[in-house]
Structure formats: structure tokens, C-alpha cells
């Protein structure tokens, strides 16, 4: 069982950046793959970027690719996203997920650990 909190949304003009933040209740932090996902309003919440219980292995939507870097920290038990280049359609609501390791794919469901969201919202 994890419990997952984000932090770090807020309004920042286009081209800004961000870092979110989302803390772990476990006492297992590195049993867990974690990710990132967001949905905008009217839209289906989407894949942004995951990574995997080593650190060793990333992956990332196409669409942030180069601009959103996600990294966790294992004495914190942390997963942070830096999110730089920002753009209006980066606008949404950012969710943390774990899900219990092995998970090569990086696929999460709905059954997996998830946050509460964090509003993102990029101004043009």
C-alpha cells in the first residue's frame, strides 16, 4: 500500500518552468515503478513520463520529450517532474502513479496507486 501526494502546480507564463513533487507513504519506496500523468479539462487523462525502481530506466510522451525530466529519489522517497519549456497545452491536471514492480512496459491501471492531481495551468 502507497499513499501519494504532488506538489508544485501553479500558473506560469509560456515558456516557464515548473518541478513537481510527489511524495510516497511506503515503507517499500523501491518495490515501485512510478509515473506521471495529467489530464486536461474535456480530454482523457494521458501518459506523460515514467520511471523505473532503479532510476535506470525512463520514458517519456512524445509530446514532452526534451522539455520534462522525471527523477525520484530513494532516501526521500520522492518522484519529482521538471517541467521546463512550458505551453498552454501542458495545462492540466497532474497526477502521481506507482505501481508495484516488475512493470517493463511502463503501463499503469486503474487499479494502481494514484495522487489526488496537481493544477498545472500555462498562460499564453
Known amino acids: 500500500q502507497v499513499q501519494l501526494v504532488e506538489s508544485g502546480g501553479g500558473l506560469v507564463q509560456a515558456g516557464g518552468s515548473l518541478r513537481l513533487t510527489c511524495a510516497a507513504s511506503?515503507?517499500?519506496?523501491?518495490?515501485?515503478?512510478m509515473g506521471w500523468f495529467r489530464r486536461a479539462p474535456g480530454k482523457e487523462r494521458e501518459f506523460v513520463a515514467a520511471?523505473?525502481?532503479?532510476?535506470?530506466?525512463?520514458s517519456y510522451a512524445d509530446s514532452v520529450k526534451g522539455r520534462f525530466t522525471i527523477s525520484r529519489d530513494r532516501a526521500k522517497k520522492t518522484v519529482d517532474l521538471q517541467m521546463n519549456n512550458l505551453k498552454p497545452e501542458d495545462t492540466a491536471v497532474y497526477y502521481c502513479?506507482?505501481?508495484?514492480?516488475?512493470?517493463?512496459?511502463?503501463?499503469?491501471?486503474?487499479?494502481?496507486?494514484w495522487g489526488q492531481g496537481t493544477q498545472v495551468t500555462v498562460s499564453s
Open positions: 502513479a506507482a505501481a508495484i514492480r516488475p512493470r517493463p512496459t511502463f503501463r499503469f491501471y486503474d487499479n494502481d496507486f
Open positions: 511506503t515503507r517499500s519506496f523501491s518495490n515501485y515503478v
Open positions: 520511471i523505473s525502481w532503479s532510476a535506470l530506466g525512463t
